[in-house]
């Protein structure tokens, strides 16, 4: 079957702009989450959702990024009047619940120019 | 300090050799232990789930787990090149946030 779609797999932008990342997580799982990977490093949780609602977002940097899954299903991160500093590979992982394996997607190349 | 420790590499075998990966973690209520691998320009994917302390082992994959010493580490026997990836711990108490380590690259020569 599918797997965690992430949309686009690149987004080049200017500083000062707002971006949306879209994931696609496996029909069924309940979870998903968010990750930021910047170079060299591992992932750096961001924020948590179980159905519609955000579980835990404490990972979230600031009040620049949002993240939204009115349906359940797909997940959208915003960030709003992004910074250079905001450049990383986000990741989307989904599972069927909390104690379930993660299944991460391919991830979208975020650079702030 | 960071909640996980892992020593980024990059760490070059030849084929067929024995690989030690460690992690070391300072949350002493961390339950739950993971390894992902990761390919260049991919999402990682779970190769090891651990609970507690203790050994796991799966075909040429042993995760081994010293909560007393907060050390966790990877054994891959038999080392392929298809092996070369970066090696990802990671960690938690609960299964809403995980501490992932920065990975180490390994390169498995022919």
């Known amino acids: 079957g599918a797997g965690v779609s992430q949309t686009p797999s690149n987004k080049v932008t200017e500083k000062g702009k707002y971006v949306e990342l879209r994931c696609d997580p496996i029909s069924g799982h309940t979870a998903l989450y968010w990750y930021r990977q910047s170079l060299g490093q591992g992932p750096e949780f961001l924020i948590y959702?179980?159905?519609?609602?955000?579980?835990?977002d404490s990972g979230l940097p600031n009040d620049r990024f949002f993240a939204v899954r009115p349906e359940g299903s797909v997940s959208t991160l915003k960030i709003q009047r992004t910074e250079r500093g905001d450049s990383a590979v986000y990741l989307c992982a989904s599972s069927l619940g909390t104690n379930n394996e993660q299944f991460f997607g391919p991830g979208t190349r975020l650079t702030v120019l | 300090q960071k909640e996980v420790e892992q020593d980024p590499g990059p760490l070059s075998v030849p084929e067929g050799a024995i690989v030690s990966l460690n992690c070391t973690y300072s949350n002493s209520a961390f339950q739950y232990f993971m390894w992902y691998r990761q390919y260049s320009r991919k999402g990682p994917e779970l190769l090891m789930y651990t609970y507690s302390s203790g050994n796991k082992e799966d075909g040429r994959f042993t995760a081994q787990v010293d909560k007393s010493s907060k050390y966790i580490s990877l054994f891959i026997r038999d080392s392929q090149p298809s092996d070369s990836a970066t090696y990802l711990c990671a960690m938690n108490n609960n299964f809403n946030k995980f501490y992932f380590g920065s990975g180490t690259k390994l390169n498995v020569k022919p």
């Open positions: 959702f179980q159905g519609t609602g955000a579980a835990d």
